[in-house]
């Protein structure tokens, strides 16, 4: 199996190549981009499979480019959102517009191209933050009449409070008893609901950043 | 706290915060599981039924114990009125019963009637103040002492050093001024139990009077009277002394609780301020500007602290209490310190101890966490607060630690206990050292 191509999108130059150094021995990296636009066409011409979001960006930042991708491109590619340090509604925003995980920066390499690949997978990655957020999102009674994507189930909030303690998926699935797939799927089912939940707080966010879903 | 479960007891017990009088019906209830309304229907029946259920109720009563409060049941009414209600129940109880009797046609005669009633009446006061009367001590006892609130700082002297003298006498006050109020509180306990056994005693002597008045046996009974008063001054002065003593050192007792709970917060506070800074002085010996600079902060701290005032920058919220001490922490020891926290509540002492135990919990996972990012999560929803402090390093035996290392025993776990908390930690050679801070939501 070939290691998946990646693009890194951020404004940041020394960021990107701080990146790079870390991704190029361990993943394919096919390119850079430093802007909405010259993100959008570097998708369009370099086809890649996965690719690193920067939240904030001149122009929009990560959701539009997720917007113009979804929009113009057949095949998008997976979304990784990745940064330093966020407000909740600008990672909760990205995850909406559908990138399909979110990572700090101070990640290391080899978590990192981890993450890339189950990204590639088609499985979703949370970070210890990412999990604040969404358990965050989630707290507080759910809006009526209460629909099946507005509140979390016990067993993935259980999860999700493990991944925000600093477990990994193996260690979760030894710690609940449950296969490390189980774990996997609750995590999915919560980005799900992440994404497609109508719960006043997430569809706020979302308008707050000109999403209007 | 019972082992047993509220809604399933194991064995029969009165339970006193259901029941009317003693709680007999609501504790057999209770045990077997019936309607509590069918048990006191059943005994009504049974005293309608030739006055059965009349005599049975006292008797269960004397004979079931009562049972443990649920813990999370709001306390029963007053007890000084509890008492009173138990006397005139028992009272009226025995006045049905003799009446009764009389209607049925078996009467004694007025003279054993009427001081009967008021034996019982008398008898249930004193009964229930002396068997009953540890019920208030074990709650005092099972709750936290009341804790002397710091001296307000708008007092303070102006002058940018403040004397040791003055702190020393204000933390000394703070111990006196708890103290008061200790002995207050068991001045009222104690004059209203008394008052209390007091009416009991009148009423069983008024008993006994009227019997002998009734009888004409009153001027034979005078000369017992006279060496029963003898006897009883006569034993006073004999166990005075002993009574005063046991008083006095079970106060003092208390007072020795206080002062060492008091010792242990202040060893804990040294612990992780001025200790820590120490250590940190003779690892970076080489720079003495550093040094300097650490110094000066440790200084600017323990002022703060020595004057009553939350140490500078403090924040009133939960979560930029842990940023700032994650922050402290990383910049201390350079290791990555990763904070998420879900659902933010405001500071009060119990969580202010909650933070500083888990800044201990930071610093011990930057110190032997080998490295690896100090990941911190907390999370407070009704009222219950969790914080959890993981990091990745090589984990320790949490039994084995030497017990002269106080970090982890006195500035984590029995922080946490004085607050009304707890503490856990797991630790293991693979999957690291994880500390398990917790304080309930108060009820």
Known sequence: MSEPRVLIVDDHQLFRAGVRSELDPLVEVVGEASGVDEAVRAIHELGPEVVLLDVHMPDGGGVEVIRRVAAEVEHPPRFLALSVSDAAEDVIAVIRAGARGYVTKNISGDELADAVRRVEGGDAVFSPRLAGFVLDAFAGPAPQPESELDALTPREREVLQHIARGYMYKEIALRLDISPKTVEAHVSSALRKLQLSSRHELTRWAADRGLGL | ?443
């Open chain 2, 1 to 443: 706290m019972s082992a047993v479960a509220p809604n399933a007891p194991q064995h029969l017990r009165r339970d006193r915060e259901q029941g009317w009088l003693g709680g007999v019906c609501a504790g057999i209830a209770r045990r077997y599981g019936i309607d509590l309304w069918l048990v006191r229907f059943a005994f009504v029946v049974a005293t309608a039924a030739g006055g059965i259920g009349l005599v049975l109720y006292p008797l269960l009563w004397l004979l079931i114990p009562a049972g443990d409060a649920p813990a999370s049941a709001p306390r029963r009414a007053p007890r000084g009125r509890a008492a009173i209600e138990v006397a005139l129940g028992t009272g009226l109880l025995l006045l049905s019963v003799l009446l009764t009797f009389r209607a049925l046609g078996i009467w004694f005669s007025d003279a054993l009637a009427w001081p009967l009633v008021l034996v019982a009446s008398g008898g249930a006061l004193i009964w229930r103040q002396s068997l009953g009367s540890r019920e208030p001590e074990a709650t005092a006892v099972g709750s936290t002492p009341p804790r002397p609130s710091r001296p307000a700082p708008a007092t303070a002297p102006l002058t940018p050093t403040p004397a040791p003298a003055t702190d020393e006498a204000g933390l000394r006050g703070r111990i006196a001024a708890a103290l008061d109020e200790l002995r207050h509180e068991e001045g009222r306990r104690a004059a209203l139990a008394v008052s209390r056994t007091g009416i009991g005693i009148a009423l069983v002597i008024a008993a006994g009077l009227v019997f002998l008045q009734a009888t004409g046996a009153l001027s034979a009974a005078r000369d017992v009277l006279l060496s029963v008063l003898v006897a009883v001054v006569v034993l006073g002065v004999i166990f005075a002394p002993w009574i005063v003593r046991l008083v006095r050192s079970l106060t003092s007792e208390r007072a020795e609780r206080i002062r060492s709970q008091e010792r242990a917060e202040v060893a804990a506070h040294l612990h992780d301020s001025v200790l820590q800074t120490l250590a940190m002085v003779q690892r970076r010996a080489g720079d003495p500007q550093e040094v300097a600079a650490i110094a000066r902060r440790q200084e600017r701290e323990l002022r703060a602290w020595l004057a009553g005032r939350p140490a500078p920058g403090a924040a009133a919220r939960l979560a930029p209490a842990l940023e700032a001490a994650a922050t402290d922490v990383e910049e201390r020891y350079g290791v990555p310190v990763e904070v998420v926290v879900v659902g933010d509540r405001d500071l009060d002492p119990s969580v202010e101890a909650m933070v500083a135990a888990a800044r201990e919990a930071m610093t011990n996972a930057a110190k032997f966490g080998g490295g690896s990012t100090v990941d911190v999560y907390a999370e407070s929803s009704d009222g219950r607060t969790q914080v959890f402090v993981r990091d990745r390093g090589p984990g320790f035996d949490p039994k084995q630690l030497p017990s002269d290392r106080r970090g982890v025993r006195e500035s984590i776990v029995g922080r946490m206990e004085r607050h009304g908390g707890r503490a856990t930690i797991t630790s293991s050679a693979d999957a690291g050292t994880e500390v398990e801070l917790v304080l309930e939501a108060r009820p």
